[in-house]
């Protein structure tokens, strides 16, 4: 049977995985899936959010996939029965709001009415949701710009007010120009990697799963004691120095853990802001996600 994994830069675990054929020594029949040639529905960041992700987990695009911790939320709020495979540690360095230097708006309240930009279906729509409910602001209140690839060069040109930006993409804004942090990640939420698959697929394929966490565990085992290798795979795909990768990748966690309380917690509340502020059309159970069985599997991977 041949096992369809969804991949890109974004999910540092399993671009790695891609590359290094660990997988490939378990599970001979690998299809590797990029999720960047499939087709997303543009983002209308003022409505409810697709679920490009979960969609394509469940057309038939592949059978694993491993997002920010946005994805999962909107695939089961259209009602795909998915199913948590694994998190990471949080990652609270990896991106924040920030401003240029001489911008007036110097904390979250200062958001209203401003254009915002972001990569709306990502971890940073749960964060600029997050912050906007500790100012008393809504959705509503401010003006949300979708932006990805070119989000860098946008928010130079000033084409935005604020932008929700990661590494390594704020490595090269911050050589340009001097930028003011107003929402730190730290503080608001743990900004995880993680990996969720549809429950038909882990009902049915146990040991495959089994063998699809010892070698995201391994990769990334892997990564955290070869930051330059690892980084060279990064900037043979996008061109960026491969300094810049390695600081991107020297402050991530590595290691696979199990979906706890915490996370449970954390992501219910995200889920309810989305149904609150009318990004997601129904409320959601994050807790239904979530199989023992499947935890007992990362439980029993060794310890890094």
């Known amino acids: 049977m041949t096992i369809r994994v969804g991949y890109f830069p974004q999910n540092n675990t399993l671009w790695v995985l891609r590359h290094l054929g660990i997988l490939e020594q378990s599970l001979p029949e690998v299809e590797w899936v990029d999720l960047r040639t499939l087709t997303n529905p543009r983002v209308d960041p003022t409505a409810a959010l697709p679920s490009a992700h979960g969609d394509h987990l469940f057309d038939g695009g592949y059978d694993v996939i491993g997002t920010g911790s946005t994805p999962p939320v909107t695939a089961q709020a259209k009602g795909h029965d998915i199913v948590y495979l694994a998190v990471s540690g949080p ?101 995880r990697s993680l990996w969720f698959t549809g429950r038909a697929f882990a009902t049915a394929h146990p040991g495959e799963l089994a063998a ?17 290798e690892a980084a060279a795979l990064f900037t043979a795909d996008d061109g960026r120095p491969i300094a810049e990768w390695e600081h991107a990748l020297a402050t991530r966690p590595w290691g696979l853990l199990p979906v706890d309380d915490e996370f449970i917690a954390e992501q219910q509340h995200a889920a309810d802001l989305f149904f609150a502020n009318g990004l997601i059309n129904r409320q959601i159970r994050v807790a239904d996600a979530i199989v023992p069985e499947i935890d007992a599997l990362v439980r029993a991977l060794p310890p890094r």
Request: a negative charge.
């Open 212 to 228: 699809i966490l010892t070698a995201l565990d391994a990769a990334d085992a892997w990564i955290r004691d070869h930051l330059s």
């Open 91 to 191: 990652r609270v360095e990896n991106g924040r709001l920030v401003v240029h230097a001489d911008s007036g708006i110097r904390e979250p309240a200062d958001l209203k009415g401003k254009r915002v930009g972001l990569g709306h279906g990502s971890w940073q729509t749960t964060l600029l949701l997050l912050a906007l409910e500790k100012a008393g602001l809504t959705w509503s209140d401010i003006i949300p710009v979708d932006v990805y690839h070119d989000a860098a060069d946008r928010f130079l040109a000033r084409e935005f007010d604020a932008w929700v930006g990661s590494y390594p993409f704020l490595t090269a804004v911050e050589q340009q120009t001097e930028v003011r942090e107003v929402i730190p990640t730290d503080g608001l939420f743990s900004h």
